[in-house]
């Protein structure tokens, strides 16, 4: 009989969580599981080792593309009062020629005519319309797509154009083909485990949201879960139509002075900045960038509440370099479980107050800090799960604010009512919480 493969949620009671103890589970003997590790950030092997020899490096600036922007752009800032709110309006009129050196060499003129006014420009704060992309710090979701309530395997409570919406201006998540399938799906680990669907359809909800907010910036970052040839997954990100958006830089590996302004790309229209973590090929595709060659990441999957400001990924990356890179600050505690003899790592859900508190011990706000001090520069990415929880709803966005070192403007969050979570609010602060759990994938031979 054929092995039939399927998810299914293992049932667990008496799960004690506590920043102290960590995390056990008691369960009934059961056969024929396979027990998948970790709530990977990134396309890590299952053993959580940091891959080694699949990172990029250049000895010299490669040229993608020339590309004529404005230097000046005629931003008219204001001060905000929330009722009635001032009006921003940024005016400008660019013509740009972009020379490819894809398979060859192609020349285009294109001319983007004035923005009409809008409220709120640049990713709700006016005062970052002059800053480079490079110099601002915004929330992240960490495996967006995996929204599921009561899924041990979800890492986020609202959908991505809630995500959007609610502030959400960095969007990050695993791709994969499933196992005899035709396209690329956002998978958790594995399709088994946690399929979210074709990548269509997220990145469609996302070209649609960025079609209707004409002054945000927005970037996504792919996991390649199966370290696949882009080519692969390329045909379905264009059928996706957000390429009409998308940002092309001009020289690879960027460095901090190398990206445009906000402003810059808001009135060329390129407002979605898109990477690849592995198997980037930027003569190939110049706009699926490489991630590490861009920016690098502290540790990922962090058990450690200190969150020490280490560079993890790209391994062995020399200082120097570091400094002039982007990069991207992983806040999303795990804890370590035990389930039948073996250990995987699961949302440390107990501690998510305290985790995406504005300040405290163990807080996104005192990781962020920590970070802005080592490196002298604040983290561009601060990669959350579950971003609306914290000291009070969306707090993850008072830290980016502070970071950002503009005045916080609080806005109402977060996404629709659910009571997907409901359960744990008002937990973490070191508190047990005893909740039902499921994980696992269930093998069945028919």
């Known amino acids: ?44 092997p299952l053993n959580g080792a940091t ?60 001319s983007t005519p004035p923005r009409p006014t809008n409220t709120r420009p640049c990713n709700n704060y006016p005062e970052l319309c002059e800053r480079k992309y490079s110099n601002i710090t915004e929330v992240g979701c960490h495996n967006s797509p995996f929204v599921r309530d009561g899924s041990a395997a979800a890492n986020q409570q609202y959908n991505v154009t809630d995500q959007l919406n609610d502030g959400i ?62 080519d692969l997954y390329v045909p379905w990100i ?46 190939a595709y110049p706009w699926l960038q490489d991630e590490f060659s861009a920016m690098w990441e502290t540790p990922f999957d962090p058990l450690d509440d200190t969150f020490p400001c280490t560079v993890q990924r790209p391994p062995d990356l020399p200082e120097d370099q570091a400094k002039n890179r982007l990069y991207l600050m992983n806040h999303n505690l795990n804890a370590e479980v035990s389930l039948l003899g073996q250990s995987i790592l699961v949302p440390a859900v107990s501690a998510l107050n305290t985790t995406n508190a504005a300040s405290g011990k163990g807080s996104l706000g005192m990781a962020a800090a920590n970070c802005r001090d080592q490196w002298t520069r604040p983290p561009n990415v601060l990669n959350v799960d579950y971003y609306n929880y914290g000291d009070y709803p969306g707090s993850v966005f008072e830290v980016a604010a ?28 070191g508190l047990g919480l005893g909740v039902v759990l499921g994980w696992g994938v269930w093998m069945l031979v028919g």
Request: with cysteine.
């Open 51 to 110: 891959p080694t020899g699949t990172y990029q490096t250049f000895s010299s600036k490669i040229t993608l593309a020339t590309t004529s922007l404005p230097t000046s752009l005629g931003v008219l800032t204001a001060n905000y009062t929330e009722s009635p709110e001032t009006v921003t309006t940024l005016t400008g009129s660019v013509t740009s020629s972009v020379t490819t050196t894809t398979n060859g060499t192609a020349s285009s003129t294109v």
């Open 238 to 283: 264009e059928r996706s139509g957000i390429l009409q958006y998308i940002y092309t830089p001009p020289v690879i590996p960027m460095a901090l002075d190398d990206w445009p302004t906000l402003a810059q790309m808001i009135l060329t229209g390129q407002r979605v900045v898109m990477f690849l973590d592995y198997n980037a090929n930027a003569t």
């Open 402 to 429: 502070r970071m950002n070192n503009v005045t916080f403007v609080k806005r109402p969050c977060c996404g629709s009512t659910s009571a997907g979570f409901r359960s744990i609010q008002g937990a973490g602060r």
């Open 169 to 230: 201006r960095f969007l990050q998540g695993q791709i994969q083909f499933p196992v005899n399938g035709t396209q690329p799906h956002f998978c958790h680990t594995s399709c088994d485990l946690f399929d979210a669907g074709p990548i269509t359809d997220w990145l469609g909800k996302v070209r649609e949201w960025v079609s209707a907010h004409p002054y945000d910036v927005v970037t996504i970052l792919l996991g390649n879960g199966n370290y696949s040839n882009p």
């Open 1 to 44: 009989m054929p092995l039939k493969r399927f998810t299914r949620l293992l049932w667990a009671t008496s799960l004690g969580i506590s920043l102290v103890t960590g995390q056990s589970i008691e369960q009934e003997t059961e056969e024929a599981i396979t027990y998948l590790t970790g709530t990977k950030s990134g396309t890590l």
